[in-house]
């Protein structure tokens, strides 16, 4: 079965930190790039990271750059969202992603192969 599984999700106070996991199995993410999707209640899912497959190159929404780090280890075929300096508004269901190119794309979201079923991030005191 071919599928993407976040963990690591939870409630944290303003300012605290978490890190998330995405696992893929059934297929191998050592050729994709990969990329960090959030959706806020009443929103649109928003693209927030993507790291390339080798993971030399990244690209981060500029309302999480200095925050957050996108990074990988294609040993484990896992990728990871390191959050940091959390707001409320960072609140949201975060999704990874798994792209059908070793490359970020210029619009996040556009080529997706895989998609995750989601972690849910609460930032509050």
């Known amino acids: 079965q071919l599928q993407l599984v976040e963990s690591g999700g939870g409630l944290v106070q303003p300012g605290g930190s978490l890190r998330l996991s995405c696992a893929a199995s059934g297929f191998s993410l050592y050729y994709l790039a990969t990329g960090w999707f959030r959706q806020a209640p009443g929103k649109e899912r928003e693209g927030v990271s993507c790291?390339?497959?080798?993971?030399?190159?990244?690209n981060y929404a500029d309302s999480v750059k200095g925050r957050f780090t996108d990074s990988r280890d294609n040993a484990k075929n896992t990728v990871y969202l390191q959050m940091n300096s959390l707001k409320p508004e960072d609140t949201a269901v975060y999704y990874c992603?798994?792209?059908?190119?070793?490359?970020?794309?210029?619009?996040?979201?556009?080529?997706?192969?895989?998609w995750g079923r989601g972690t849910q991030v609460t930032v509050s005191s």
């Open positions: 992603a798994a792209y059908r190119s070793r490359w970020c794309p210029s619009r996040f979201g556009s080529d997706v192969a895989y």
């Open positions: 790291i390339s497959s080798s993971g030399g190159s990244t």
